[in-house]
């Protein structure tokens, strides 16, 4: 209840007195009824529908102290809250600055100084004030893979001030763009002691190439070399240790044995033996602590004492020296903890000192500090408490006291009045309080109902004197108590109904002794009277002879122990002595020999069954008889040659041993040891590594074929971390690219370029070549016949179809057989000097035809002269070649140089598509140059990209023709090689433009003849051009139909 009823006056003749008083607010009363102890004022509803009542005070003494709450956090007490104070957007001001949006999540006048912050350019955000923007460029990875990137300046605005460094043991760095590294493979010392390492090439993609020379002129290339030196030098063994080497010839090695010198059965091969037996030499105490190995012998191990400078001891294992029982902060907060004596052995000394008083203080356990014992409201309701002095030493002072005036001292008051209101006593007894006093207390007495004289003074008293009451016997017993009174305890009797009773207690009423089995094995008890009181009459009777019985024990049945088999199957059993006097003599007896005498022989024993070869080998018993031990073998799973009998063989530690990782790859076991196996790392040229597993070094994206039909695939860099740069490029239109995905709608083979340029001329048909692999191959057909051409025009209007008719090859430098006339495009073209030939097209001579690759490779006038000299040389059949322009070296240590006779190309080691001709390329580009990505510009043209930020801004370059394009390839560089000869040869094939002149014409016999006198007469000895002879012809200027294919001759140079 909550109230507490009070009656001033309980004479019966003074009724409706009583009064009930709130025990919440003692304040709060009502005569003759209930008091109105709560009055929650948000009953009424006063704050509105929309806000939150609460009601902090219920009591109906305190008014106006109700509390309104809106939905947004705004309060108001004793009255409804205004809810909507306005808005207050903080970034109407801006506080962010400059570079920086601002967001103001919640508008509101009661939220300030939520508004974020972000940064514009670069990255961050703060709450409430300006962000600290930050512009790290090396976030998008320009250095690229096995560099690190290091941006010195990362405020917003400072670019290009990022530095690349290569990533050891690669050197080199460059600052704005990527770096070029190199790799001296010789810096980590891959040769070993007494070898001169020289490493020719120090580039990544030139791994292994380094060289190892001993001293004596032995050498290896990409490994150690073998010196063949005496393998006991320098002292492998160690000191105590004998080392000897059987054999020091140089293909002898690892078969020197290291042999203790304390006890020579100890010994090792190809590495130290161990021989130690002193256990203090690994130091297994710690820091600070005393070792002593009493019996440094190798069969007396972990008898080593560790000893602290406190007299800790411990024996086989490193001393716990310090035990401070502070670490742990027993005290609790506002206390200190101090440890004495921090010893392992001296616990519970430690001591906790009160932070605010060093005066109280506790061993073992926290200290009381507590200053104002009302904190913890000791009273009870209803009473006031004090504390007249709130100090440590001044404990237990604090008073309570009642509504009425009563006060105790160090406890909560008492404030009832009559003691017996709560009943204390009891049913069956009557409580009577003499005084009734709220000063006096526990002083009520309880009377006995039955039995007066039974009392007892502030609490009930003992009544009851029949003991059965409680039911002591259990089920089924009858419970007697002779003597019901106080002073006669414990005499009641329990009686089981068959005559065994029990004073005081329950009884035991039945006992089936044979339970217990008192018998033994095979013969069967019985007990005829299970009576408690009637014991020791068990029977045991034999199972073979009824008549062999015996009471209150086993019975004596067999004499032939061997009769009921006791070895088991497999064994033979026999009993020597066939007496009663004689039993466990039986011997049983294994097939193998293995005997046993009064139980069954153990006759096979696995030793593999204990697992004695330990991890990572196999254990084999040969004989399992158990008669015959130490004889198991173990073997080791990785080396199946290394075994040992009757104990763990000693296997290979170095995983590296058997070259898990393969080829190309440098295998790393950090532990060597038995216990921590799987551990080595297989590690690429290229920084790729494993665990445990051979690392994929490369992975080619186009093995998987990701481009799609009618693209080819190319993968600029296989290494296994550059993923998704593969370049897909459609067959039909090589301009046509995408990185990392499939290009998509093609042209389809039959819609080539080639053939929408009509190449093959009058009289032909153009079509997709379908045998060839590039998609840009294209086939001339003669209508009428058979005759054929790949990707030119086929020779259709050729007397006898010998096509050497037309001198397809370099009359300079090449002569020219066509084996089978019938057939267009099989003519050989051989070179001259060095033997070069081509089929179908004019071969290349390399150096030994640069003069006359000069005429083809130049579009200038000034070439003339030096053509009209090729021609002159051409009739005599000599033309000296031109020396090697690679010899100079003009491409530098890190571009392979390549010569093409009149003129070289240098190309960039790390990425071939990178290249220059006639001088060193521009290796060190950017991320986003398109010419490092794939090779854009086909064969013979040079890539450049002046803009790397924009796309398709590249331009590529002819080398044998000052033709460019720019965003794709040339599509042919030959229509723009032009010279002063009749040989040159256009984009149709290698045969010359002006005989697709004279077939438009229709007249065949006449192009004879016009190149014949042309040969002759013009070109040889006038030394005119072919338009100067074309303008001799009667129609005066080639007209449009003179052209072959509709090309407009003026963009040719002749």
Excluded at 419 to 429: F, N
Excluded at 548 to 557: E, Q, V, W
Excluded at 843 to 862: F, H, K, T, W
Excluded at 1019 to 1035: A, G, I, Q
């Amino acid at each position: 209840m909550d109230q507490t009823c009070n009656d001033p006056n309980v004479a019966a003749n003074s009724l409706h007195d009583f009064e009930c008083i709130c025990n919440a607010d003692m304040m709060v009363k009502m005569v003759d009824g209930p008091a109105t102890c709560v009055d929650d004022e948000c009953a009424t509803s006063p704050c509105g529908m929309t806000q939150t009542c609460t009601d902090l005070n219920t009591s109906p003494m305190s008014t106006g102290d109700f509390e309104c709450e809106c939905g947004n956090g705004v309060k108001a007490t004793g009255m409804p809250a205004v809810c909507n104070m306005g808005t207050n957007d903080e970034c109407m001001t801006m506080p962010c600055g400059t570079g920086q949006s601002c967001l103001d999540p919640d508008t509101t006048a009661m939220s300030l100084l939520d508004f974020v912050c972000s940064c514009v350019t670069g990255v961050g955000n703060n709450v409430g004030s300006p962000a600290a923007c930050v512009d790290d460029e090396c976030a998008s990875s320009p250095c690229g893979s096995g560099q690190t990137c290091v941006d010195a300046d990362t405020s917003v605005g400072s670019t290009g001030d990022f530095t690349c460094t290569c990533t050891s043991p690669k050197t080199g760095s460059a600052m704005g763009s990527a770096a070029v590294c190199a790799l001296d493979e010789c810096s980590a010392a891959p040769c070993g002691a007494g070898q001169t390492c020289d490493d020719p090439v120090k580039l990544p993609s030139s791994l292994l190439d380094y060289t190892c020379s001993c001293s004596n002129g032995a050498m290896a290339v990409g490994a150690p070399a073998s010196c063949d030196v005496d393998e006991c030098l320098p002292s492998p063994c160690g000191t105590g240790q004998t080392c000897s080497d059987p054999n020091t010839a140089s293909n002898s090695l690892h078969d020197f044995e290291c042999v203790c010198d304390n006890d020579m059965t100890l010994r090792a091969v190809d590495g130290p033996a161990t021989c130690s037996k002193d256990e203090c030499a690994s130091m297994p105490c710690g820091m600070g602590q005393t070792c002593n190995d009493p019996s440094p012998t190798p069969s007396s191990l972990l008898d080593y004492t560790c000893t602290c400078g406190n007299g800790v001891v411990a024996t086989g294992a490193a001393a716990v020296c310090d035990g401070d029982e502070c670490a742990n902060s027993p005290c609790g907060s506002g206390q200190t903890c101090s440890d004495p004596n921090t010893a392992s052995n001296s616990l519970h000394d430690f001591v906790c000192t009160c932070d605010n008083d060093n005066s109280l203080t506790r061993v073992d356990g926290p200290a009381t500090c507590d200053k104002d014992e009302c904190a913890s409201m000791p009273c009870g309701m209803g009473q006031t408490c004090n504390d007249p002095k709130k100090e440590f030493g001044s404990l237990h002072d604090f008073t309570c006291t009642c509504g009425n005036g009563v006060m105790t001292t160090g406890a909560s008051a008492v404030c009832e009045t009559d003691e017996c209101a709560a009943m204390p006593c009891g049913t069956g007894q009557t409580c009577n309080d003499p005084n009734m006093a709220t000063n006096s207390l526990h002083d009520f007495e309880c009377v006995c109902d039955k039995d007066a004289s039974l009392k007892a003074v502030d609490g009930p008293a003992t009544c009851d004197k029949d003991e059965c009451v409680s039911m002591p016997c259990g089920a089924g017993q009858t419970c007697t108590d002779p003597v019901q009174s106080l002073q006669s305890l414990t005499d009641f009797v329990c009686d089981c109904g068959n005559g065994v009773t029990a004073i005081g207690g329950a009884a035991v009423c039945e006992v089936d002794e044979c339970l217990a089995s008192p018998c033994g094995l095979g013969q069967s008890c019985s007990d005829p009277n299970i009576a408690a009181n009637k014991l020791h009459d068990f029977v045991c009777t034999c199972p073979n002879d009824a008549s062999l019985t015996a009471i209150d024990g086993p019975a004596t049945c067999d004499k032939d122990e061997c009769k009921y088999n006791p070895c088991g199957a497999g064994q033979t059993c026999q009993d020597p002595t066939l007496t009663l006097q004689s039993t466990h003599d039986f011997v049983c007896t294994c097939s193998n020999g293995v005997t046993a005498t009064g139980a069954p022989a153990s006759c096979e024993k696995d030793e593999c069954e204990d697992e004695p070869c330990g991890k990572q080998q196999t254990c084999n018993d040969p004989n399992k008889a158990a008669n015959v031990l130490h004889d198991f073998v173990c073997t080791c799973d990785n080396f199946p040659q290394l075994t040992a009998v009757d104990g763990p063989a000693t296997c290979d530690k170095n995983e590296c041993a058997g070259n898990p990782c393969g080829m190309d790859q440098q295998c790393n076991d950090p532990v060597q040891t038995l216990e921590s196996l799987h551990d080595f790392t297989c590690t690429c040229a290229n920084g790729v590594s494993a665990v445990n597993v051979a690392a994929t070094c490369e992975l080619n994206e186009c093995d998987a074929d990701p481009c799609g039909d009618g693209e080819t695939c190319s993968d600029p860099d296989t290494s296994f971390v550059v993923q998704h740069n593969f370049v897909c490029r459609c067959k039909s239109d090589l301009t046509k690219t995408k990185v990392d995905g499939p290009v998509g709608n093609c042209p389809m083979p039959g819609e080539t370029r080639q053939c929408a340029a009509m190449p093959c001329g009058p009289g032909q048909t153009c079509s997709a070549s379908s045998d060839s692999s590039s998609s840009s191959d294209f086939v001339c057909s003669c209508d009428g016949s058979a005759i054929t051409k790949l990707n030119g025009p086929a020779n259709c209007a050729v007397p006898d179809g010998d096509e050497c008719l037309l001198a397809p090859c370099d009359v300079g430098s090449q002569d020219c057989m066509d084996p089978n006339p019938s057939q267009s495009g099989d003519f050989v073209c051989t070179c001259r000097y060095g033997g070069n030939t081509e089929t179908g097209a004019s071969a290349d001579c390399g150096s030994a035809s640069s003069d006359s690759r000069s005429n083809s490779g130049s579009g200038s006038d000034s070439n003339t002269n030096s053509n009209s000299n090729s021609m002159d040389s051409d009739s005599t059949g000599s033309s000296p070649p031109t020396p090697n322009s690679c010899k100079s070296k003009p491409c530098g240590d890190e571009q392979t140089c390549s010569d093409y006779g009149e003129y070289f190309v240098c190309t960039c080691d790390d990425n071939e598509n990178l290249r220059k001709k006639d001088g060193r390329a521009e290796c060190s580009v950017g991320k986003d140059n398109e010419c490092a990505r794939s090779n854009l510009c086909g064969e013979k043209q040079s890539c450049e990209d002046k803009d790397e930020g924009g796309e398709e801004n590249f331009v590529c370059s002819c080398w044998e023709s000052d033709m460019k394009s720019t965003g794709s390839a040339v599509d042919n560089c030959r229509l723009g090689a032009g010279n002063n000869s009749d040989d040159d040869e256009d984009d149709d094939g290698g045969i010359p433009w002006w005989v697709w002149l004279l077939v438009a014409l229709g007249a065949t016999l006449l192009t004879c003849a016009m190149y014949a006198g042309y040969r002759k007469h013009k070109m040889n000895k006038e030394n005119v051009s072919l338009r100067e002879f074309c303008d001799t012809m009667p129609n005066g200027e080639p007209s449009e139909m003179h052209q072959p294919h509709g090309r407009n001759i003026e963009n040719v140079q002749v």
